[in-house]
């Protein structure tokens, strides 16, 4: 330690080195000169400490040498500086971390829980409803037509679920549910006579404006007399409509007819155009029909 010390002071005194130390054989002149400051301030120190603090002065023996530049070295200065980095190195860390979160947990989650659920119903819950719908419509009906539309649907069913298109198959169910629904309604279909109603109307179709297509207004009613709605298709616009009054179109005479039984007494005493029994596609008619419809007038 003392020699270290004696080196210290050989430093802190520049002038005194570089004059002593450059000229040869003159280190006794130098101890002498480290004796006298010590003994300055009361410091005892012996020859030999001043000799050794002398020649580690000359080999430089207690001089910082930084270390030449290598991998270990970098990583050494980066750990002493790890303070600077580190908080920016935490942020960045966990930036990541909640990117890399809220990605998986918001859309890479949500998209698997997608596609197993469409898994789920492309393989059980569209061909179980497909299947008891099907069967449904074979046990309620015994009109060959309407078997035959749940065949053909089912079946469009069955090829786009072979083909994973759930869009295709979800439409497949929803039309053979409309279908039971439509084989499962009763109604009657009443020519509407009430005061102020219309009874009947008559259109020139745009196709040909030297004819007219007559319509006579009826009214879906249940037992109750309560009205039904019922999907109509108008045949002016192509639409399909649910509607509880619309306007089926008849011949001229079927028309005129009716115009006559009103015209009478003011009231329609044949006023059933027709009668839809549960299992049936379409109403059973009582009067001569043309099949179209409107639903506006």
Do not use: C
């Not at 001089?63 to 600077?84: D, G, M, N, W």
Request: charged content about 30%; aromatic content about 6%; overall charge negative.
């Amino acid at each position: 330690m003392l020699a270290m010390d004696v080196v210290d002071t050989l430093r802190h005194r520049e002038n005194l080195v570089a004059r002593e130390l450059n000229e040869e054989d003159r280190d006794r002149q130098l101890i002498e000169r480290l004796r006298e400051i010590y003994a300055s301030q009361g410091i005892e120190v012996t020859d030999q400490v001043l000799a050794e603090g002398v020649k580690a002065l000359k080999e430089q023996r207690f001089v910082y040498t930084p270390p030449e530049s290598s991998f270990q070295v970098t990583l050494a200065k980066l750990y002493v500086r790890r303070h600077a980095w580190g908080k920016a190195v935490l942020a960045i860390i966990a930036a990541v971390l909640i990117v890399w979160g809220g990605w998986h947990f918001l859309v890479t989650v949500p998209a698997q829980n997608r596609a197993e659920a469409l898994q789920v119903e492309l393989t059980q819950t569209l061909p179980k409803e497909l299947n008891e719908l099907r069967d449904r419509i074979d046990a309620m009906t015994d009109v060959a037509k309407a078997k035959d539309v749940a065949a053909s649907i089912h079946a469009d069913g069955v090829a786009a679920l072979a083909d994973e298109n759930a869009e295709r198959a979800r439409a497949a169910v929803a039309q053979l549910q409309d279908l039971r629904r439509r084989l499962a309604q009763e109604y009657v279909l009443r020519i509407v006579s009430r005061p102020g109603a219309t009874s009947g109307i008559w259109r020139i179709p745009d196709a040909n404006p030297d004819a007219r297509n007559y319509y006579l207004i009826v009214e879906a009613l249940n037992r109750d007399g309560q009205p039904v709605t019922v999907s109509v298709t108008n045949e002016e616009t192509g639409d399909a409509e649910t509607v509880s009054e619309w306007g089926v179109r008849v011949p001229t005479d079927t028309f005129n007819d009716v115009r006559a039984d009103k015209e009478d007494d003011g009231i329609i005493q044949n006023d059933i155009l027709g009668v839809k029994r549960k299992g049936m596609l379409d109403p059973e008619y009582a009067m001569p029909v043309n099949g179209g419809a409107v639903t506006e007038w």
